[in-house]
T-cell receptor
Framework: DAGVIQSPRHEVTEMGQEVTLRCKPI?????LFWYRQTMMRGLELLIY????????DSGMPEDRFSAKMPNASFSTLKIQPSEPRDSAVYFC???????????????FGAGTRLSVL | QKEVEQNSGPLSVPEGAIASLNCTYS??????FFWYRQYSGKSPELIMS????GDKEDGRFTAQLNKASQYVSLLIRDSQPSDSATYLC??????????????FGKGTKLSVKP
């Protein structure tokens, strides 16, 4: 399996621009997670989906952030308008909930390094 | 607020020594516990999972879980310079709606000196 695929790997944009990050989960996985990682705050969960349905978006910092999962093999995280404080590495991860006690092993993509100037 | 706490380090050990990484968590009902390794500029990768009290060994790695003390640890025996990375502790919380998410600590940076 190719693993979790994220694009782009790097994104540099100017403040006020729209940014769209993309993720393809591992085939057959039913959970998809979006994280943001910074030195100050570590790895923060933004939102996660189960069977394409958003389950918990309480980590989304504000209305400028939105995420969609139109089908089982694709998700987007959009920031509009972007701000310098959004600069971070954004990871997508997927998992398959096992029948045994909450296996919940998450597999991460390579991440998108976002720089907002 | 469910929390996972780790010492940020850096933890420096000589090559061949045992590195001991610790993690505490606040949700007493948590059932699943994970250690991820993250090299600089890379994504987290799972190295150990543990679900029951006691020790779980995998090669040079041993995970230890004590649910009564809400404490998880990772021991790395015969540490190698290639083990130098940030180690993230992750916990699956046990509260309503927590179907699949993990709570991550901020990580402990390990440096193994040749």
């Amino acid at each position: 399996d190719a693993g979790v695929i994220q694009s782009p790997r790097h994104e540099v944009t100017e403040m006020g621009q729209e940014v769209t990050l993309r993720c393809k989960p591992i085939s057959g996985h039913d959970y998809l997670f979006w994280y943001r990682q910074t030195m100050m705050r570590g790895l923060e969960l933004l939102i996660y989906f189960n069977n394409n349905v958003p389950i918990d978006d309480s980590g989304m910092p504000e209305d400028r952030f939105s995420a969609k999962m139109p089908n089982a093999s694709f998700s987007t995280l959009k920031i509009q308008p972007s701000e310098p404080r959004d600069s971070a590495v954004y990871f997508c991860a997927s998992s398959l909930r096992g029948e045994a006690l909450a296996k919940n092993i998450q597999y991460f993509g390579a991440g998108t390094r976002l720089s907002v100037l | 607020q469910k929390e996972v706490e780790q010492n940020s380090g850096p933890l420096s050990v000589p090559e061949g020594a045992i590195a001991s990484l610790n993690c505490t968590y606040s949700d007493r009902g948590s059932q699943s516990f994970f250690w991820y390794r993250q090299y600089s500029g890379k994504s987290p990768e799972l190295i150990m999972s543990i679900y029951s009290n006691g020790d779980k060994e995998d090669g040079r790695f041993t995970a230890q879980l004590n649910k009564a003390s809400q404490y998880v640890s990772l021991l790395i025996r015969d540490s190698q310079p290639s083990d130098s990375a940030t180690y993230l502790c992750a916990v699956h919380p046990n509260y309503g709606g927590s179907q699949g998410n993990l709570i991550f600590g901020k990580g402990t940076k390990l440096s193994v000196k040749p």
